[in-house]
């Protein structure tokens, strides 16, 4: 069965540093890959996609991720982390004749500090 | 352009009642998901309507229902409820058929307690 790991649950970084959110999913063929950000009482906002091609991709926001089928992996990446980028956020594996149904990684929490 | 639109946003029931969630989709959008949000299965996928049809269904029990109407209107239905439903539950549309082609436009959700 397809499913999609975030390892981090929490992770809190200092406003400027960089920020790496891992994500690692479990697919046979080459999935298409999501990120999203959820601030508290919102719904999900896509940041960026991966579908084919270059396997790094920017979104919004300053976010990048980055497709590395070798590791089954798609990390986002920020720069300089700004203290309103404090939210959850969720890695979600789409497939090849699922329609628009997505599987969710369980969601890192970031908080940035001062 | 207006964007995903749910209702009600929050809601109390007690157990054995049943509720009906509504969610409007952007204008155009015909393919409108269902998702339920819980802080110990995270994000699960419920099902999936386009054009009035159902095309995917996740591992739910049958007290779980959905429907689109013609206007693309989507509504989710849960009878008999129970403690473990609650939950904050997601609608998103899209304008096309496959999450490959484009974009999934999340709702605010609909908070459910179930007392």
């Known amino acids: 069965a397809q499913s999609v790991t975030q390892p981090d649950i929490h992770i809190t970084v200092s406003e400027g540093a960089s920020l790496e959110l891992r994500c690692n999913y479990s697919?046979?063929?080459?999935?298409?890959l999501f990120w999203y950000v959820q601030s508290p009482g919102q719904g999900l906002q896509l940041l960026l996609k991966?579908?084919?091609?270059?396997?790094l991709v920017q979104g919004i926001k300053g976010f990048e991720a980055e497709f590395k089928r070798s590791q089954s992996s798609f990390n986002l990446r920020k720069p300089s982390v700004h203290w309103s980028d404090a939210a959850e956020y969720f890695c979600?594996?789409?497939?090849?004749?699922?329609?628009?149904?997505?599987?969710f990684g369980g969601g890192t929490r970031l908080m940035v500090k001062p | 352009k207006a964007g995903v639109t749910q209702t009600p946003r929050y809601l109390i029931k007690t157990r054995g009642q049943q509720v009906t969630l509504s969610c409007s989709p952007i204008?155009?959008?015909?393919?409108v998901s269902w998702y339920q949000q819980t802080p110990g299965q995270g994000l699960q996928f419920l099902f999936e309507?386009?054009?009035?049809?159902?095309?995917n269904k996740g591992n739910f029990p049958g007290r779980f229902s959905g429907r689109q109407f013609s206007n693309s209107r989507s509504e989710m239905n849960v009878s008999t409820l129970e403690l473990g439903d609650s939950a904050l539950y997601l609608c998103?549309?899209?304008?096309?058929?496959?999450?490959?082609?484009?974009?999934?436009?999340f709702g605010e959700g609909s908070r459910l307690t179930v007392l």
């Open positions: 204008s155009g959008h015909r393919s």
């Open positions: 998103a549309s899209s304008f096309y058929l496959w999450a490959s082609a484009g974009e999934l436009f």
């Open positions: 991966y579908f084919s091609g270059d396997t």
């Open positions: 697919y046979g063929a080459t999935p298409y």
């Open positions: 309507y386009f054009s009035e049809t159902q095309r």
């Open positions: 979600a594996v789409g497939y090849n004749n699922a329609g628009n149904m997505l599987t």
